[in-house]
């Protein structure tokens, strides 16, 4: 099993920045990429960024340019830079983790997210 835990949300200003981590604890050589994900209320899920264990990294179209994502393989955790926020970056999110280096058990694991509200 991976356990994946978020941390670093919170209420930021437009333009300013914010550093998300999620730590992965359990069976975590299983994990081939950990990816952020967002959801807002009404929309759908969708991905922020991804970074495999080999640092080869993608970024979805609504921040790109403003986020970075970083990964530290030591340590089981991903971290998710984000600058020039804005209030359409107000959503919850998620951490995920593609399993699939293990046959074995769920493909994807989640975290329960966290928040983010960019308001003045």
């Known amino acids: 099993q991976v356990q994946l835990v978020e941390s670093g949300g919170g209420l930021v200003q437009p333009g300013g920045s914010l550093r998300l981590s999620c730590a992965a604890s359990?069976?975590?050589?299983?994990?081939?990429?950990m990816a952020w994900y967002r959801q807002a209320p009404g929309k759908q899920r969708e991905l922020v960024a991804a970074v495999t264990r080999t640092n080869i990294t993608n970024y979805g179209e609504s921040m790109k340019g403003r986020c970075t994502i970083t990964r530290d393989n030591a340590k089981n955790t991903v971290y998710l830079q984000m600058n020039s926020l804005k209030s359409e970056d107000t959503a919850v999110y998620f951490c995920?983790?593609?399993?699939?280096?293990?046959?074995?058990?769920?493909?994807?694991?989640w975290g329960q997210g966290t928040q983010v509200t960019v308001s003045s």
């Open positions: 995920n983790a593609d399993l699939s280096l293990s046959p074995y058990g769920p493909r994807f694991a």
């Open positions: 359990g069976s975590t050589n299983s994990i081939f990429l």
